[in-house]
């Protein structure tokens, strides 16, 4: 099982030190770096990805509550302070938890064990095999499809027609249900009507896809879904 990546973001050496020590004595845990201030620690994360922040609320420069919120997307943060009343404001913000200096070694496995089980329940099928396939309805039996043969879905009011490299298939169904059923990291819904495989897309524009030589609309909603391809 891969570690969970981790950085400290605290200018108090005495704390960095402990919460260094820490880290190293959990063996899911694996510390990437430590800064002294949340400048240093952006210019870090610009160019590498992180699992974890220990982060400390008073830092120079920039407080550690203002650095949190100039991040897009955020890894987990568990905050680390000596004062009760910054626990709101840090739960507002979504962090997995809220430490109080001096920090004990129990306490702390509490916090990042949050982390560990946030991790693993956002792995799909973990520690199992992953499916390649699903089974549909077609005509009072079950066809069993490939992810991998899939090209695009196409809304047909009541009904869904999958367009595969092999065969047209239709389903009554809707594109919403559909979409539930796929990998998102496989398929994207670019089109009220169409979800389309990323890895058939052969050309895109902001108005158009190109699957296997057939254009398909993009809607005005969905614009960033290309974007981020």
Request: aromatic share 10%; no cysteine.
């Amino acid at each position: 099982m891969s570690k969970i990546r981790a950085i400290i973001i605290e200018d108090e050496p005495l704390a960095v030190k402990v919460l260094s020590d820490y880290i190293l004595l959990v063996p899911f845990l694996e510390l990437q770096g430590t800064f002294k201030d949340a400048i240093r620690a952006t210019d870090f994360l610009r160019d590498n990805d992180t699992d974890l922040i220990f982060l400390d609320i008073h830092l120079p420069k920039l407080k550690g509550m203002a650095f949190l919120k100039t991040l897009a997307n955020p890894p987990a943060v568990i905050i680390t302070t000596a004062y009760h009343q910054y626990a709101v404001e840090g739960f507002s913000l979504n962090v997995t938890d809220y430490l109080l200096k001096p920090i004990e070694f129990e306490r702390f496995l509490i916090a990042v064990g949050k982390v560990k089980t946030a991790q693993k329940d956002q792995r799909p099928n973990d520690g199992q095999e992953t499916k390649d396939f699903i089974f549909l309805n077609m005509q009072k039996k079950k066809v069993k499809i490939l992810f991998s043969e899939i090209l695009y879905i196409e809304s047909q009011r009541e009904y869904i027609k999958i367009m595969t490299t092999k065969k047209e298939y239709l389903s009554k169904m809707s594109t919403q249900e559909m979409e539930a059923l796929l990998p998102a990291h496989l398929f994207k819904r670019v089109h009220r009507s169409f979800i389309v495989s990323i890895s058939k897309i052969d050309s895109y524009s902001s108005e158009e896809v190109e699957v296997n030589g057939i254009t398909i609309p993009v809607g005005r909603g969905y614009k960033d879904t290309l974007e981020n391809l």
